[in-house]
T-cell receptor
């Protein structure tokens, strides 16, 4: 079974802090994604990566950056956390061939105070 | 651009009732279609998928048929259980490696005994 893990289930940070959210997948997938999920807005894509050291902006990249130094790991960085970044963050991975489905981690619920 | 529209919730049913959650899409080309389920406090799990017209995806008693003529992929279950209470997301893939899924906004299902 594909396994996607995220470093924290719950996180509380202060405004202005630098925040790192880590995601690891164990199925050698080429593609990895970061989404945020908010009530009434569904899932919105922040960034994705289709290869090591490659990244593409999604729909809402402002205030975020990402890092992919190894194939299995994709990090989301909030350079200076703000209260409007309080949300559920979901990581996903997918292979480059096959049915194009994505496999999700359990999510990190981030609260910025 | 491509998009997914699904019926707004919440949907409230009694145990053993019939479930339909409507999903329609707009896409160029021939997308793959998915239903994901999110149980409280968890990430998204792939429920079923269909990759071409007239395909029927099925899993755990849920079914959905890829209807190209009506651009629809409605989710159905003949007899829901309390344990089916969750948020359901319809999604499409443009069938290109390295592209993200496009999600509907989700439909909350609540089943009472």
């Amino acid at each position: 079974d594909v396994k996607v893990t995220q470093s924290s289930r719950y996180l509380v940070k202060r405004t202005g802090e630098k925040v790192f959210l880590e995601c690891v997948q164990d199925m050698d997938h080429e593609n990895m994604f970061w989404y945020r999920q908010d009530p009434g807005l569904g899932l919105r894509l922040i960034y994705f990566s289709y290869d090591v050291k490659m990244k593409e902006k999604g729909d809402i990249p402002e205030g975020y950056s990402v890092s992919r130094e190894k194939k299995e790991r994709f990090s989301l960085i909030l350079e200076s956390a703000s209260t409007n970044q309080t949300s559920m963050y979901l990581c996903a991975s997918s292979p480059s061939v096959g049915g194009y489905e994505q496999y999700f981690g359990p999510g990190t619920r981030l609260t910025v105070t | 651009g491509n998009s997914v529209t699904q019926m707004e919730g919440p949907v409230t049913l009694s145990e053993e009732a019939f479930l339909t959650i409507n999903c329609t899409y707009t896409a160029t080309g021939y997308p793959s279609l998915f239903w994901y389920v999110q149980y409280p406090g968890e990430g998204l799990q792939l429920l079923l998928k269909a990759t071409k017209a007239d395909d029927k995806g099925s899993n755990k008693g849920f079914e959905a048929t890829y209807r190209k003529e009506t651009t629809s992929f409605h989710l159905e279950k003949g007899s829901v259980q309390v344990s089916d209470s969750a948020v359901y997301f319809c999604a499409l893939s443009e069938r290109q490696a390295g592209t993200a899924l496009i999600f509907g906004k989700g439909t909350t299902l609540s089943v009472s005994s």
